[in-house]
């Protein structure tokens, strides 16, 4: 990831998202993708795909073929699926992903490793893939879960649910941190427990209200991008304009 964002000159994901269409219309949304990727293509350094277009389009059928241009374009390819289930189901969830192409997916930490995470991780380390977990999300609620106190019943020592996150995201060797760009006060947190060992990929920018320059001065390394891009009358020029604002700020 950190050479393919050198390479591309920019460290912008691409959330290609759509909103939903009716079944007559659903055909149309593998040219849509395609016309976007295409457009945004020389401004981003990866794309993420979520159930927006697997639902329509089918893993293998639509999502592969993207993931295979993206991987053609020079892009890294990555599945924002954010496992959250038994090991077993983790596991097939994450080679179904990875067969597809996937470079990484997220995961969510809530349901801790043994028979949780643990055999994504293997497959994933077995496969060379990555895997990127959910620390602290974007949007209003998300201090309910991952901003709660919680306290070790072992120890009865009390920390807050992100920071003992990001802690196991360290201890079990993660590729990289999801913290959204709408707090940059916990990016930056977040940023001291890491160091430079993990990157923060930072969702949440624009559509969201997540600013770009408090994103990265906090520690985002990658920032994440989808409706203000796919919904834009112009791709090409927002991505680049996002990009340049991102390039001005290093
Ligand atoms: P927008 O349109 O808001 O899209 O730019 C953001 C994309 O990222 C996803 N998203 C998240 N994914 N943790 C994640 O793993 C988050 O905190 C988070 N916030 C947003 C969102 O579903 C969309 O695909």
């Known amino acids: ?97 990875y067969s597809a192409g996937f470079d990484a997916l997220t995961a969510n930490p809530f349901v801790g490793w043994e028979e949780g995470l643990k055999p994504v991780f293997d497959v994933a380390h077995k496969l060379q893939r990555g895997v990127i977990l959910l620390v602290y999300m974007s949007h209003k609620a998300v201090w309910e879960g991952y901003g709660q106190t919680i306290c070790n019943a072992e120890t009865g020592e009390k920390t807050l649910q992100y920071v003992s996150f990001a802690k196991k995201a360290l201890k079990w060797n993660a590729d990289g941190v999801v913290v959204g760009a709408t707090y940059p006060e916990k990016i930056r947190e977040v940023h001291e427990t890491l160091g430079k060992k993990i990157p923060i990929y930072s969702p949440g920018i624009g559509a969201q209200g997540g600013k770009i320059e408090s994103a990265l001065k906090a520690g985002a390394s990658y920032l994440i991008v989808g409706r203000t891009i796919t919904l834009s009358e112009n791709p090409a020029e927002t991505a680049k304009n996002i990009r340049d604002v991102a390039n001005e700020c290093k």
């Open 1 to 97: 990831m950190e050479q393919t964002a050198k390479d591309k000159k920019s460290n912008i994901i691409l959330a290609l998202d759509f909103l939903f269409e009716k079944p007559e219309n659903r055909e149309k949304l593998f040219s849509k993708a395609e016309r976007i990727l295409n457009a945004v293509e020389p401004y981003i350094c990866a794309v993420k795909f979520n159930r927006h277009l697997v639902l329509p389009l089918g893993t293998f059928n639509g999502v592969a073929k993207l993931n295979e241009k993206a991987h053609a374009m020079g892009l890294m390819a990555i599945m924002d699926c954010k496992v959250n289930d038994i090991g077993s189901t983790n596991q097939t969830i994450a080679e179904y992903y």
